[in-house]
């Protein structure tokens, strides 16, 4: 292939965005007062509270928000899908002799004179050894599947660091950058690249190259951040103070922000749109939307949550699932879900119906797939599966095994109500469900001692939503294959909480990660997204926007759906 090809494969993604624009910071008529914070004190409000400050340990947004706050990665990306530079100095191309005209590698300029938070030098071989923590086994990240495709990461010297890869690769781009790609210091963790890598201080009080450091945190409360005095750009930040508060509901979160001006920002407000629009009203700030990737979804478990190993492994491959390993069960419960009512009266103008799994960018999005909610059809699928109810206990049953599932999910209103839509649904088809909530601090806190998260997933469905942090969608397609599951083995550190394996999905990803040529490589992404939807691996639900409010006395926000809400904290400031 010549450098043309090359070229064209490497950056042709990056325009396939297929986004808005970023949205217009609110902006405040002068004179404007509020209870909100003092002028140089920045205050967040995420309801769903950090535990963690390493985002290569945790399974949730909530952690990496923080981080992000402190820690950077080499580059990142705009809402129209441009490279913004952070630690590097330059975009790499064919041109400039950063990627390789084969595809095999790429080799990045750093900026010079970069300092850790605590004054020490920032070099190559910090980025080389990150890649060496998140791919250790024994360290078990939950990003580790997104590095697979790297074959080495080497420090040629103090500002140049070359990746190679162990293929042609495409999307050379996707290693360092954006959400997955934060860099950490190797002065911090050097100790811990092993089994105690959770028992690194810096997990909670990280050192980073970013604007603000980390002066206390109490995990799943309150973190306080102080200007950087090392950053690059100490002068022309606008805040000596961030205040981040965690906790409480997402109702609670949009009222601080749009109603009483209480705080500056808050995340995430997956709150029903009426309340929304009535808090809004009280013109103190504004709901800010972003219809990026993310993909509000239930999930099967394809392994038995109910049966242990002799080591007391639950949810494991030796153990399938009794109903949800039947692909008629599993087609049978999305027929019986009303995507529509769910989208029309929880989200409103912030959700839209999906049935797919990569719907961002554009271009990736299938048009092949499509749902419907038709419950007398779901039944003739349960009875052609065998399940009938054989005692008219108004349950189905099957060998002696009653239909009864647990559904679990995050605490939020607007999920808890989803919950109670699809339970009245699957019991009008013969389907029983106990519902269960748990708290979101916990639920997406990646703690492998934990056997009430995303990850360890000890019941028969759960519901969550993500999307690809990336213009390329393949670490986020990835998390479907194989080699991805989550088990005891891997400390639960996989991002394929499902359990579901399909030979034929795994070469497709093969194929894909294989391929320079651009068009191929997003019909190979189509059909794996086509291939999970006609086996009715996973129920997508909505196509939800980030929704984050805004007060009126902050601007500079620049949301994209390629990054974190605060990956441009440093350019925030009062009007």
């Not at 909100?36 to 290569?56: E, G, V």
């Not at 979101?440 to 942090?469: H, I, K, W």
């Amino acid at each position: 292939m010549n450098a043309r090809a090359v070229a064209a494969a490497g950056l042709c993604l990056l325009l396939f965005t297929g986004c808005r624009t970023a949205p217009t910071p609110p902006q405040t008529e002068a004179g404007t007062e509020t209870s909100a914070a003092s002028d140089d004190t920045l205050r967040l409000l995420y309801w769903q509270a950090p535990t963690i400050l390493n985002p290569h340990f945790s399974s949730g947004f909530k952690d990496s928000e923080a981080s992000r706050i402190t820690l950077e990665p080499l580059a990142s990306f705009d809402a129209d899908g441009n490279m913004v530079l952070f630690l590097a100095a330059e975009e790499p191309t064919l041109d400039n002799g950063g990627v390789a005209a084969d595809g095999t590698s790429v080799t990045w300029k750093l900026k010079e004179g970069i300092t850790w938070s605590d004054g020490t030098p920032f070099t190559a071989e910090d980025v080389a050894f990150t890649y060496e923590f998140i791919v250790n086994p024994e360290v078990a990240t939950v990003n580790a599947g997104t590095y697979e495709l790297v074959e080495s990461v080497e420090a040629v010297d103090d500002t140049t660091v070359r990746i190679t890869f162990k293929e042609p690769n495409p999307a050379w781009y996707l290693v360092f950058t954006g959400t997955e790609g934060m860099v950490l210091p190797k002065h911090m963790f050097e100790a811990y690249n092993g089994p105690n890598g959770r028992e690194a201080p810096a997990n909670t009080m990280p050192v980073g190259t970013g604007a603000y450091r980390v002066t206390s945190f109490t995990p799943g409360d309150v973190i306080v951040y102080e200007a950087n005095p090392n950053y690059r750009d100490a002068n022309q930040l606008a805040f000596s103070r961030v205040e981040l508060k965690g906790g409480g509901d997402a109702t609670s979160a949009a009222r601080a922000v749009l109603q009483t001006g209480d705080v500056d920002y808050a995340n995430n407000l997956q709150v029903e749109a009426a309340i929304l629009e009535q808090l809004e009203a009280a013109g103190q700030g504004q709901v800010v939307t972003n219809f990026g990737s993310l993909v509000e979804r239930i999930i099967f478990n394809f392994t038995d949550p109910n049966q242990a190993t002799a080591d007391g492994e639950t949810s494991s491959v030796e153990f399938p699932h009794p109903m949800f390993s039947d692909r008629l069960v599993r087609q049978a419960i999305s027929l019986a879900i009303d995507r529509d009512t769910i989208a029309a009266q929880l989200y409103g103008p912030t959700g839209q119906p999906t049935t797919n799994f990569l719907v961002a960018p554009g271009p990736f999005a299938s048009s092949n797939t499509s749902y419907d909610y038709d419950p007398e059809a779901a039944e003739a699928l349960l009875d052609a599966a065998g399940w009938i109810d054989s005692n008219n206990n108004g349950t189905r049953d099957k060998d002696g095994q009653e239909m009864q599932v647990v559904f679990q999910t995050s605490v939020n209103p607007v999920r808890q109500k989803t919950q109670e839509i699809v339970k009245q649904s699957l019991e009008q088809i013969g389907v029983g469900v106990e519902l269960k909530s748990i708290d979101a601090s916990v639920y997406f806190s990646g703690d492998p001692a934990s056997r009430e998260t995303l990850d360890r997933f000890s019941a028969d469905l759960q519901m969550f939503a993500t999307g690809n942090t990336n213009p390329d969608p393949g670490a986020y397609i990835q998390t479907y294959t194989c080699n991805e599951i989550a088990q005891k083995a891997n400390n639960w550190s996989g991002s394929n909480y499902a359990r579901y394996c399909n030979p034929e999905f795994d070469a497709l990803w093969q194929q894909a990660a294989a391929t320079l040529d651009p068009e191929e490589r997003q019909d190979l992404f189509i059909q794996m997204n086509d291939l999970l939807i006609n086996d009715a691996a996973v129920l997508p639900i909505v196509h939800r926007a980030d929704v984050s409010g805004v007060s009126n006395r902050l601007t500079g926000i620049n949301l994209t759906p390629w990054d974190l809400s605060t990956w441009n904290i440093a350019d925030w400031s009062r009007p």
